[in-house]
Each structure stands twice: as C-alpha cells, then as structure tokens.
C-alpha cells in the first residue's frame, strides 16, 4: 500500500489525479488531497504520505514551503512537483528542497504521470526494503553485541587471549582507548553490613532481569557489559585518560548511586556497586578486584577503591607502567621487548637516584628474582633451592652501575629464555616420546588417541606440537613410517605381498597397495622387482 498526498487548488487537477491513480494502480494505493499550502502541512502530519504530488502555486503557504516543513517531519517522503509552463523556474527551486523525484507541467500527461508514479514507487519499495534490513540488522546487534561485550570481558578478566583478539574485540565495539576501570554490580535480597544475602537466589532473578538491567546500566554507563556471573556483573568503562581527577570519580559515585537505586525499583532487587581504579585494558582483573575489595571493606551501596586504602600506591613519576610491561613480557617469553624494557626501568633508577647504589641493587634482585620466578612457574623449570647462592654476593661487589645494569639485563633475558626453551623443550621431548611409540607399533591398529594418551596430553593439543616438531600430521608421519618398513620388506625378505602388509599395519592389501603408490610413485610389486634389478 503506498500512502499518496495530492496537493493543488483546482479540484479538476485533484479529481483526474484521483482517476489516475484509481484506474492505473487500484487498491495499491491510499489518497488524500489538500488545497492550500497549511492543510498540507497539517494533513502530512496525520497521512505521513509515501510520495506527494505538489503543485508549487497554492494559496498562503506556497507549495516550496510546505514541502520545507514536510520533509522536516518526513524524511522519507517521495516528492512529484506540478507547475504550469510560465512556473518552470520557479519549478527548479523547488527541486533544491531534496526528495524530488520529478516535475510535472500541467496540462498533465497521463502516460507521464503513471511512469513517474510507477518510479516513486519503485523508490519506497527500495527505502522500504532498506529501512526494513536496517532494523533486521539492528535486531542481530541487539542479540550478538551483548555476545561480543562478554567474550571482551571474559577474555580481558581471565586473561584468555591473544593480543589480535583483544585487537578485535576494541575494533567491533569502536573501543579506541587504552585504559579503564571496571565496575562490578553485585545483587541480593538485601544488604547486611558489607555483603548481600541470598547470593544464590538473587543471582537467579538477577538473569531473568539481565535485559533491564543491561539497559539501566547503558542509560548511565557508556560501557562494555558482561553476562550474570554468580551474583555479579562486571562492565568494563574505557577511558583515554591514565588518571580520574576527584570531580570525576565524585560524580562518578553519584551516578552508580543513581543506577542501583533505578535497577532495584525496576526489578525488586538490591545492588551494590564497586568501582576499580584506572588501569590499562590488560590489567583489568587488578581494576575488577579492586571494585569487589572496595565493596568488602565498605558497607555503603557504592564504593571507589580510591576512596579506601586498599591498594599500593607509587610516588610520583614511578614508572609503575614499565614494570608491569616488564613481567608481562617475561611470562610471555618475549626476549628483545623484556631486554629493552629492563634497560629502561635501569636507565629510570639510574637517572633519579644515581647515588643510591644500594636501592639499586636491591630493586635488581627483586625483580630478577621475580622474573625467575615466572620463568618457574610458567616455564616448567625445576626450582633448585642453592641455583641463586651468588646473587647477593655478586651484586654487592658491583661498585659501577654499568656492571649493574648488564647483570640485570642478562638475568632478564635469562628468566625469558628459560620460559620459551623449557615450553619448546617439552613439546620436543614429548613429541620424540610420540615418535618412538609410532616406530614400536606401526604395525598395530594405532590411533592419534593411543599415542596422545601415552604421551598424557589431549589429542587436540598433541597433534598441534606433533605437526610443529615433524612438519607432518599423525596420519601422514605413521603412514610415512609404514611405508619405510614395506620397503625394507620387500626388498630383504620374501614374504608374500598380504603377509608384508599386515606386517607394517594394513589390514587390507588393496588399500596397502593405493597408500604405497600414492607415496612411492610405484606399486609394492613393481617396486620389489626394481630393486631387485638393480641389485
């Protein structure tokens, strides 16, 4: 159904359109007509036409000002202009309204009128159809954004990703910042001292409101929203700024008091809300624990951790960035970026306190024995209690900082190596284990399980370190070994061909036969008596 606005001051030129439309397009079309530029106006606003045949020469309101307000209200409106041959460049102003489609000069032409119409037409279909795949994709965002939101959050608290993923995510979300904060909104029947009870129930209702609590907190918070965890929600606030200045974070608090009070009126439930400080988006989980001891160690419905003493702070200029970047290179085994990133922090120690050598020293052992400590722990090193019995003896006889410096350099890179030898040293180790069970029972009904079970990890994850350190599949290595062992059958032993073929796995001769080919160029057969006449 197309809605059409006919606007003129002669009846005649109204009633043919009418006929027109009547007898070219039927029940398709819906008509209303006006005669002066204000009844236009007015009859637009309750009709919302699809398209609007307009002649420019009304009475009061002439017709290039009624379309003027009409497009205000009706974006979309398809416009038809009428005019008489001394109006056409009058006509042409008009068209600089927008929405023009085309101009008809009267005495009308009814072939003109109905390819126009047929035309305009065409258009609504097209913004229909436009308009109707915008919602369509609006309502998937509706149903994927929150999915995306959660995944972002889950990957940043548990620290489950890679950094392209977190690339992703920020990219699908518009995220261009590199800081935030995150706040957690816990729930509860109600609020005794510093903790709500019923947990366990109030998590239940807190899911079935998820959708109305999601949009309460969008009306206030600008933020990445994660799913029902427990009793709480985490949502992550990014920010281009390292630091909330106290304006800030006061208003801040009002604005998460105001929050809780309109979830609790729309669902019956209570809230407390904590708020984690600024961090970069990698340290998150520090800023979302911080938001959960800032509820602990209060008893009011929001808290600020930078309103408690509940966590370390540095003096000013400390480069508290660098250190961090420092372990988590370290745990990542990124060697050249955790050797610079060592000399960095050195060169800042060395700079602000050149005469406290002893400091010095004692901030080198501290982290050198940090970072060996994650070399340990994520490298699978074996911790030998007397391996550091030179340390302290070293750098105490160290006068110069350069000596310093190279010491705690080496030790860095040292600490890195070891997390990225021991992983590869593993994986080596297990994948020679895997080879030398494949060389023992080729000739068994051998499986990628069977020998990923004999090497104690998960199919998935053997197969990876097993194409990594043989450059081929399960399959294409025991094939590999199978068709080895033929070979040397063949040519050193007379056993029949069905004989060589169980011998080396196959339990079925014909398929012994492809696979042999396939990897030899020649059959078993034609294979034995080439050897045999070189021989």
């Known amino acids: 159904m197309y809605r059409i606005l006919l606007a003129d001051d002669e009846g005649i030129v109204i009633d043919s359109l009418k006929f027109i439309i009547g007898k070219e397009f039927g029940q398709e079309c819906l008509v209303e007509s006006a005669k002066t530029g204000r009844g236009v106006i007015e009859l637009a606003e309750q009709f919302r036409p699809d398209i609007a045949i307009m002649d420019i020469q009304m009475p009061g309101i002439n017709g290039i000002e009624a379309m003027k307000e009409i497009r205000e209200d009706n974006k979309n409106v398809v416009f038809i202009i009428m005019s008489a041959y ?81 690339e992703y995510y920020k990219k699908f979300l518009g995220i261009t910042s590199d800081f935030g904060y995150m706040i957690t909104i816990v729930c509860g029947d109600k609020q005794e001292g510093n903790h709500m009870t019923n947990a366990v129930g109030s998590s239940i209702r807190m899911q079935s409101h998820y959708q109305e609590i999601r949009e309460c907190v969008k009306d206030y918070f600008d933020g990445v929203i994660g799913t029902v965890m427990g009793n709480k929600i985490a949502v992550l606030m990014p920010s281009d700024k390292e630091l909330i200045e106290y304006s800030e974070r006061i208003e801040l608090i009002e604005k998460a008091r105001e929050l809780a009070r309109k979830m609790c009126r729309k669902t019956g439930i209570s809230f407390r809300i904590g708020i984690g400080s600024m961090r970069l988006l990698q340290e998150m989980p520090d800023s979302y624990h911080e938001a959960l001891n800032a509820l602990v160690y209060s008893t009011g419905s929001v808290a600020h951790v930078d309103d408690l003493s509940l966590r370390c702070g540095y003096e000013e200029d400390y480069p508290v960035h660098t250190e961090k970047k420092l372990f988590e290179q370290v745990e990542k085994g990124r060697i050249n970026d955790a050797m610079q990133t060592a000399a960095e922090f050195f060169d800042w120690m060395a700079s602000q306190y050149p005469d406290s050598i002893m400091d010095i020293r004692l901030k080198v052992l501290e982290f050198v024995l940090y970072a060996e400590h994650l070399a340990y722990d994520k490298g699978g090193m074996v911790y030998q209690f007397k391996d550091r019995e030179d340390y302290l003896p070293s750098i105490l006889h160290m006068e110069e900082l350069t000596s310093l410096r190279s010491w705690f350099v080496e030790k860095i890179e040292i600490a890195c190596r070891n997390v990225v030898s021991k992983r590869i040293e593993k994986s080596d180790s297990l994948v020679e284990i895997a080879k030398d069970y494949i060389n023992c029972n080729y000739d068994k009904d051998l499986s990628l399980d069977d020998v990923s079970r004999r090497v104690d990890i998960s199919p998935y994850y053997f197969s990876k370190i097993f194409k990594e350190g043989t450059g081929k599949n399960f399959v294409e290595y025991l094939t590999l070994v199978r068709i080895e062992k033929a070979k040397e059958l063949l040519v050193n032993t007379e056993h029949s061909m069905k004989e060589i073929c169980i011998m080396v796995g196959y339990s079925e001769p014909n398929y012994f036969s492809r696979s042999f080919k396939k990897n030899v160029g020649v059959t078993p057969t034609e294979y034995k008596e080439e050897k045999r006449y070189v021989v």
């Not at 001394?86 to 072939?111: H, N, Q, S």
Request: hydrophobic share 40%; glycine share 4%.
């Open 86 to 166: 001394d109006k056409f460049d009058y006509a042409k102003e008009a068209i600089k309204v927008g929405g023009v489609l085309e101009y008809i000069t009267k005495p009308m032409d009814r072939r003109k009128i109905v390819s126009i119409l047929s035309h305009a037409m065409e258009l609504v279909d097209k913004d229909r159809e436009r308009r109707s795949n915008d919602l369509m994709l609006k309502e998937k965002l509706e149903i994927v954004v929150p999915i995306i939101e959660n995944g972002f959050i889950y990957n940043i608290l548990f620290q489950e990703y890679f950094i392209e993923d977190i």
